[in-house]
């Protein structure tokens, strides 16, 4: 029996979570649904889009007519700097009621002027100034005595909950690591204390000479569809040398990066031939001034589409009673992706 014949479980070695995976279900040859390509074609300017150069945002302010990269605070933060006077205070330690002020910074950044293109066509020259641009911010926010984590991500399509297609991510900077880059911080740091070794740099080393998992790799970076994935065709970008965080990139290290992004990303829109839905972020080592020498820094994308631009995976029933659970194994999902071609659809047209 091999993983492709048995439901079996896999863990999460950075999470320590496990994930159910029901291969048999998919036996029958893959027919995804049948649907003509996406070939939606936005403006270049859109004069009602809140992020385009020189238009008014929801907050009053009026963006500058910038043509290159462009970041501000955003206009309705999830966060504050200042908790104020009325922030909640610590319930009796004996108390089920857990309560404390966070603070934090939310910043939008616009990867370009253009209304209408994604990372996926915005060329590796481009990328690589959003990368510098993440750079920036990370260094800027990370050096505050406020700011404990930097959480950069990125939310596209309407469907992960993105209401404005132009291409932008967010920044939410936090006083507390949050949980998920907390727990993974801890997984690392336990693996490092047991093996003297990276938890990462150790299953890269397995992923490359198994080779199955693995989409493509450049000078610097891998880029392949974890054993433990949840999502249908959940990927992760790793770099092949150990690095906690993003500032520790050179300048051919930042190249390979946009480079990696840009190929990932027209591989998505490929698939189904569809401007691919995701979230992405980076998780790396905390600015919280401890030390973090077993952070492996890397980027998640988690896309919920599932057998076509319509069909989405959702987790429910199970998976919010008990765990993630998926049919298409990961072996599978990153044959399909390999298979794509690094020409984007619509430029083919």
């Not at 209401?163 to 801890?186: D, K, L």
């Not at 490092?192 to 990462?200: E, G, I, P, V, W």
């Amino acid at each position: 029996m091999t993983f492709e014949d048995t439901p079996h479980r896999r863990l999460n070695q950075l999470t320590g979570e496990w994930v159910l995976v029901s291969p048999h279900r998919t036996k029958r040859p893959w027919q995804g649904q049948q649907e003509a390509p996406d070939m939606t074609m936005l403006p270049e300017y859109d004069a009602d889009c809140y992020l385009c150069p020189g238009n008014v945002r929801a907050g009053g302010a009026v963006n500058p007519s910038y043509t290159d990269t462009f970041v501000f605070t955003n206009d309705f933060a999830a966060l504050l700097p200042d908790a104020g006077d009325d922030a909640p205070t610590h319930f009796p330690k004996d108390s089920l009621l857990v309560a404390e002020p966070e603070t934090g910074l939310c910043r939008v950044l616009c990867y370009s002027p253009r209304h209408d293109l994604t990372l996926a066509r915005l060329g590796t020259g481009t990328a690589r100034k959003v990368v510098d641009l993440w750079c920036e911010e990370f260094q800027t926010l990370g050096a505050r005595d406020d700011i404990g984590y930097v959480q950069i991500f990125e939310n596209r399509g309407s469907v992960m909950g993105c209401s404005n297609p132009h291409p932008h991510g967010q920044i939410w900077a936090t006083r507390t690591v949050p949980m998920y880059p907390a727990t993974e911080g801890t997984r690392q740091a336990a693996f490092a204390r047991k093996h003297d070794s990276c938890l990462l740099c150790d299953y890269l080393a397995v992923e490359r000479e198994r080779g199955e998992r693995i989409l493509f790799e450049n000078d610097a970076f891998v880029v392949l569809v974890p054993f433990w994935a949840t999502w249908p065709f959940e990927t992760m970008i790793v770099p092949k040398h150990h690095m906690s965080n993003i500032l520790e990139m050179d300048t051919d290290c930042r190249d390979a990066l946009a480079d990696a992004m840009v190929r990932l990303n027209i591989r998505y829109d490929n698939l189904f031939q569809t401007s691919f839905p995701y979230s992405m972020g980076i998780h790396q080592a905390p600015t919280d001034g401890a030390d973090h020498a077993p952070w492996h820094f890397h980027i998640h994308y988690y896309p919920p589409l599932l057998r076509s631009r319509s069909v989405k995976k959702f987790m429910v029933g199970y998976e919010m009673m008990a765990m993630p659970q998926r049919d298409l194994t990961a072996e599978s999902a990153a044959k399909r992706l390999r298979d794509q071609s690094e020409q984007h659809y619509l430029e083919t047209r």
